[in-house]
């Protein structure tokens, strides 16, 4: 148990501090960062979806006035590290994916870049490819841990026989759709290679970590860290999909290295993006959910089969949080991966928790109506008083509350549970509900210096804002384990020139940041008490994952939505989205409700709109761009409410607070679809929900 | 992006004469699809003829009771007209259907009906595409159809047109007026656009160096009850799946004196339903109507196969929106 | 190669936040990437370069419009106002300011493209411009909340602050 720290500036609802910056557009990103006479790179990318360049031909593209190198695997720079296959670019002829990075050209403007890459000629040796998935390929395979470290299989108890004992049963398969981040930002940097006294490597980066940036970077190719300096103090979003490095920061490297002194600058187009900077994989989610006439549950399985590039495995954790959601006699989670000719998957806002919440409570939703109960309630009634996983106690847990709170703020009390009988104008109404959940997670590594300057606070730390408002929140947390006024506190980030810190990723940025600031800031109290002098200074830091080995540490909500469903055409309509969620202490409530509309949004999203769709005839993304792979835009949001409850946790951390960026994405998808069945009668099971898959059921 | 040489031209007979003069020479209005498909590789001119600013941005009342839309008119003065919101509504929603504001500033009255289509396959030129490079196949066959057509599509192309604005001119029987090499002359829109047949390359019957330099929309009382219905996959910004523009006349008993209906996201070209007119008329406009006369319309309808299913289900929703259309105009829900 | 004996570049005027530019431009650069790579001026931003976006959206001879699909060499003498010229140093559009208001953002990459949009929505309603949302085409439009986020839908926010966005607009409608 942690002593908690005393709120004062915490809980504020302060204005974000970039703010000014933003609506102005001022705030400098990657790939506007100021230099001199800079150059611009354009990837070239492979055309077939397996085989071997067996010729490049640059003479067009080197001849053009102004280009300054075509880069190929012809002339690339050997990497000191090929270990990460989706890294190693530029090393050999082997082609793994359709649109994978096979050079790069670097020319005096934009426009000449792009038109000498159309100008290198590439031929190959086009060998067969295979990027379908599907359940019953004989190729799948269990893969040793789902990311990050997590069991692949569990089992416990007797699910066949639990099972077969159940009085009500749904068995039904759910699939979750290819999606990919597309943060507006695209990925982007500028890099300039200093190749006095060895060489130094100065990157501005758009990315979710400067430090685990760096480290990449410096292990690709073989560099001292204290030789490259990675910057980026804004980020265009991030989504999981700049939380490692992908191809375009090698490719931006490689091309600052053969011209050294001058720096470049590369930004993925949107078409690149759907290729080159991660997506989280199709899911297909076989369940099994046995209960009691009374709602308990006796028998819950769960067999997940995603895929995974053949080069890089990512092993999407679908199956976990079935594992400690509800309570159940007999409980089995899998994850078979298939590795296909496709590109690399990788983190998403919630791996894991976001798909592997749409198969169960969308099956929790198709049991409470064989059961006649209400879906709320069946969630009440299998409330575990410990994790059922691991038989350990919660820090906390106030799923019922949020559940309760939820069904009282959005008016679910009275709620005919009969599907297709409420029609306004035209249009099937209906409501659903769902239950989120996202661990609490720190990073075993964080260091944040206090020092004392010109009658002020400065606190420096490498952490990333990619608008989750770690430029405002910081400082509270700052302000209050110094117990000093918050305007009195400045918080510097996003720079390797400040003390290590952790990847914005697992919604542990600012449990695991500001964990090392607290600490810096008791050394620094410790060290030069209440009356520092100018100069004075302090460091602290976080060296361990958890406060707290002995508890199970998540943030629970609970999301309502109401859906309209057009009656003639089956379009589909969100007005109502409400969420409840309990995440311990909100620190800022201003950037923590833009946090959790934001991911409930971004659920909505995923629940009606995004789809890539894949041709595996030629194995890449049909609908690559922004026009057609559709993310919601203004009209599909009505009215969005995220609601907390007052949570007290001593056993997360000194702040009390608990992950906020990803848990409104989770749940949000299987609300709207149990919404839509309740609207109109149809389950829609695949998502998304698009009306061709409603328009059968429709009268 | 291939280089290519830039000329402005002072008038509209000089632009005819330069762009007509160089094979690979093309018209620039507003941009907002050339530019596009210049950097996509699409298009690759070596000679823009910029007309943004000369034909005329005026809408004049031609004393029949109908307008005279200068080609340099934006999609948005176009749809804000006090005219055209009050006599011809399904225009002004259409065009306000298409795109988003900041587009409909940029394009114009000229450009819009000769944008080309939302093929994910005529759009990138790692794939083969007939309309594209002519002889290379048809990638979207077989492949992500959603956005393809279920009328008029032949073995070679089965892209849609992807206009709203070009839907409500095709029901309007509005008239497109050119400049041309070999002079002057008009088009009524329903002629414009062609089907894709063994050279999907043509999207119209224009001629190279062809300009448009106006449409006229020509008086039509019942056009003041009329409506454009877009179905899409989400709720603004987006194109067609199915689109409907529909006016009808109506006696005092409730039956169709007359009617005109076009479909948009089906064809190679805003698809005038005639077959669904001739059911109207003389009709209740009923549900059960509407679906006779879309049934009429679709019975010659081949939905494509594809990934996630393909597009068959756009026959059922061209009833349906088509059904959702003619509520609007008797006033019923929807 | 037909053409060739034109230039393949050109001379224009801009005024860009108020300051004149004389310059000599590649035919292919569009006004984004003049701008963004060329004038310093990175308000506008790059989210998809085909205007699919709204994230370079300014106000082009007043009117707002995507710079992305605008070929430099067409808007000779333009006018251009971008997020960071709508407003003296040191203060703030009312629209700026609802957004700060509203926490109408997080990363901040689409925010200068909303900005602008929403200014040129207020412009268009006082205008008595109809959108799609617009029930009656012959009334004038106001500022409801289907009229803002309809008007507003051509600038994607992948954070999601559209809940937030349209009240931004909405006060700063009411603040005019």
Known sequence: ?699 | MKPFAYARPSDVAEAVREVAAEPNAVFLGGGTNLVDHLKLGVARPDLVVDVRTLTSREITDTGDGGLLVGAAVSNSELAADRRVRERWPVLTQALLAGANGQLRNLATVGGNPLQRTRCVYFQDVTTACNKRAPGSGCSAIGGYTRYHAILGASEQCIATHPSDMAVALTALDAVVHTEGPRGARTIPFGELHRLPGDDPSRDTVLEHGELVTAVELPPLEMARRSTYRKVRDRASYAFALVSVAAAVDLADDGTVRDARVALGGVAHTPWRATRAEEVLRGRRLTDDTARAAAEAELADAVPQPGIDGGNAFKVPLVARTLTAALRILTGREG | MPGTDRAMDADIRLRVDGELHELTVDTRTTLLDLLRERLGNTSPKKGCDHGQCGACTVLLDGERALLCLALAVSHDGAEITTADGLAPEGELHPVQQAFLDHDAFQCGYCTPGQVCSAVGVLSEVDRGWPSHATRDLTAAPELSTDEVSERMSGNLCRCAAYAHITPAVQQAGGAR
């Not at chain 1, 954790?317 to 991966?337: E, S």
């Not at chain 1, 110094?482 to 290590?500: F, H, K, M, Q, S």
């Open chain 1, 1 to 699: 148990m942690t002593e908690l720290l005393e709120p004062r500036a915490m809980g504020r609802d302060l204005v974000r501090r970039d703010g000014v910056r933003k609506v102005r557009g001022t705030a400098t990103y990657a790939f506007e960062t100021p230099v001199e006479s800079p150059a611009f790179c354009h990837p070239l990318q492979a055309t077939v979806a397996r085989g071997r360049i067996t010729a490049v031909d640059t003479t067009a593209a080197e001849a053009l006035d102004g280009v300054l190198a075509v880069v190929t695997h012809e002339n690339a720079e050997r990497l000191a590290s090929t270990d990460d296959a989706e890294l190693a670019v530029l090393q050999s002829p082997e082609v793994a994916f359709r649109g994978q990075p096979i050079g790069v050209v670097v020319a005096e403007t934009s426009e000449l870049a792009r038109q000498a890459a159309d100008l290198v000629r590439v031929t190959y040796d086009e060998q067969p490819h295979d990027s379908v998935l599907s359940a019953d390929r004989g190729d799948l395979y269990a893969p040793e841990k789902v990311n990050p470290g997590y069991d692949t299989d569990t089992v416990q108890g007797d699910v066949d026989a639990e099972l077969a004992a159940s009085a009500v049963r749904v068995e039904q398969t759910y699939a979750t759709a290819m999606v990919h981040n597309n943060p507006l930002e695209p990925h982007a940097s500028t890099a300039l290679w200093d190749a006095a006294d060895g060489g130094k490597l100065t990157l501005w980066d758009s990315t979710q970590g400067v430090h685990p940036d760096r480290k990449a970077v410096c292990s690709l190719f073989g560099l001292d860290l204290e030789r490259v300096q990675v910057v980026c103090p804004y980020v265009g979003g991030g989504f999981g999909s700049k939380g490692t490095p992908h191809a375009n920061v090698v490719l931006v490297a490689m091309a600052a290295r053969a011209l050294p002194g001058r720096a470049v600058k590369l930004a993925l187009t949107r078409q690149q993006m759907f290729t080159m900077a991660g997506y989280r994989t199709p899911t297909i989610q076989r369940m099994q959910l046995g209960a009691d006439r009374d709602g308990r549950i006796r028998a819950l399985a769960l067999d997940v089969v995603e895929q995974t590039s053949r080069i890089k495995e990512f092993a999407e954790q679908t199956g976990v949080p079935a594992r400690m959601m509800y309570t159940a006699a007999a409980r089995r989670t899998t994850h078979r991966l298939a590795a296909l000719d496709v590109p690399v998957p990788s983190w998403f806002r919630a791996p894991g928790e976001c798909p592997g919440m749409f198969g169960p409570e969308v099956a929790m939703d198709e049991l409470a109506h064989a059961l006649g109960m209400d879906p709320v309630e069946l969630r009440i009634r299998n409330e575990p008083d410990r994790d059922p996983e691991t038989g350990q106690p919660w820090s906390s847990r106030h799923l019922v509350e949020c559940l309760r709170e939820g069904a009282e703020r959005f008016g679910w009390a009275g709620r005919d549970p009969r599907p297709g009988v409420r029609r306004e104008d035209g249009w099937l109404v209906g409501t659903g509900m769902a239950s989120s959940v996202y661990p609490t997670m720190r990073q075993a590594q964080s260091t944040a210096t206090v020092r004392f300057e010109d009658g002020r606070y400065v606190v420096e730390i490498g952490a990333a804002d990619l608008g989750t408002g770690a430029w405002t929140v910081l400082p509270q947390i700052a302000a209050d384990a110094l117990d000093a006024d918050v305007d009195d506190v400045e918080v510097r980030i996003g720079d390797t020139r400040y003390p290590i810190a952790s990847v914005a990723g697992g919604s542990s940025g600012t449990n695991t940041w500001g964990s090392a600031i607290v600490e810096a800031a008791r050394q620094f109290r410790g060290k030069f008490g209440r009356r520092p002098e100018d100069g004075d200074e302090a460091q602290g830091s976080v060296d361990q994952a958890a406060t707290d080995d002995e508890h199970a540490t998540y943030a629970f909500g609970a999301q309502f939505v109401e859906a309209r469903v057009h009656a003639d055409t089956g379009e589909v309509r969100v007005p109502r989205l409400l969420g409840v969620f309990a995440c311990g202490r909100i620190v800022n409530p201003r950037t923590a409700r833009s946090q959790f509309i934001g991911g409930m949004t971004m659920g909505l999203s995923m629940a009606l709109h995004e789809n890539s769709a894949w041709d595996a005839r030629i194995g890449q993304v049909a609908n690559h761009d922004l026009a057609e792979y559709h993310v919601t835009v203004n009209a599909d949001v009505g009215d969005v409410q995220a609601h907390w409850i007052d949570e007290h946790d001593p056993y997360v951390n000194a702040m009390g607070i608990k992950g906020i960026g990803e848990i409104g994405i989770v749940g949000t998808a299987a609300a709207v679809v149990n919404a839509v069945f309740h609207a109109t009668g149809v389950r829609v099971r695949h998502l998304p929900v698009t009306l061709d898959k409603i328009l059968p059921g429709l009268p």
